[in-house]
């Protein structure tokens, strides 16, 4: 069983609906992540929590909201899609008591998100 | 301002020869570099990492090496194998500051039998 779960893999919606896509993790790490990616642009940050009451924006966080609802749930919510959201949106989990001793991420499979 | 930078979005190696991907970064705050590599339709996966009181780290046959008054990292994979075709993201990050990874667009690998 896969560590790093997000639902729904695909997803169309049409703009102005509200969508939630969801991550849980399996690994028990505190810090989860929300990134997305698109073409030519790499990842970048939505969204980090270091723990259940730690909400962090990232880079580009302005269209999205969050909610952690446990240690293992980390959910992104886009209120009013809108077509420049399309894009492939990665959870990632990380342990700071990680053996190597820093933030080596874990990322889930990924979402592909189409707004129309 | 794109603090980590991979300059090169694609390239393509024969198999059995090495690939060097490489990766600049601007914040000299930064101190601990890690490399990624996507599969398409996967989640990136962590391949290497390395701390900036070093200037080599290997693994198998991925080495990364660091150049800390260059500002500047590359991966070396060798030999290569077809299996090595994957995006290569470059990550960087400040321990004890805002520990947030801070990735590059990404270098396309493809390498050929």
């Known amino acids: 069983d896969a560590d790093v779960t997000q639902t729904p893999r695909n997803r169309i919606t049409k703009t102005g609906k509200r969508i939630m896509l969801e991550c849980s993790q399996t690994k028990g790490h505190d810090r989860m992540y929300w990134y997305r990616q698109d073409p030519g642009l790499g990842l970048r940050l939505i969204y980090y929590?270091?723990?259940?009451?730690?909400?962090n924006k990232g880079e580009i966080s302005d269209g999205y909201s969050v909610s952690r609802q446990a240690q293992a749930k980390f959910s992104l919510s886009l209120e009013s899609a809108i077509p420049n959201q399309t894009a492939l949106y990665f959870c990632?989990?990380?342990?700071?008591?990680?053996?190597?001793?820093?933030?080596?991420?874990?990322f889930g499979p990924g979402t592909r998100l189409t707004v129309l | 301002d794109q603090q980590v930078k991979q300059n090169s979005p694609s390239l393509s190696v024969q198999e059995g020869r090495i690939s060097i991907l490489n990766c600049d970064y601007t914040n000299s705050m930064f101190d601990y570099f890690l490399w990624y590599k996507k599969y398409p339709a996967e989640g990136p996966t962590f391949l290497i990492s390395?701390?900036?009181?070093?200037d080599k780290n290997e693994d198998g046959r991925f080495t990364v090496f660091l150049n800390k008054s260059a500002k500047h990292l590359s991966l070396h994979i060798v030999p290569s194998q077809p299996g090595d075709s994957a995006v290569y993201f470059c990550a960087a990050l400040t321990q004890g500051g805002s520990e947030k990874l801070v990735f590059g667009k990404g270098t396309k690998l493809t390498v050929n039998p």
């Open positions: 990632a989990t990380s342990d700071l008591r990680d053996r190597r001793g820093t933030d080596t991420q874990y």
């Open positions: 929590s270091f723990d259940v009451k730690d909400i």
């Open positions: 390395i701390s900036s009181i070093k």
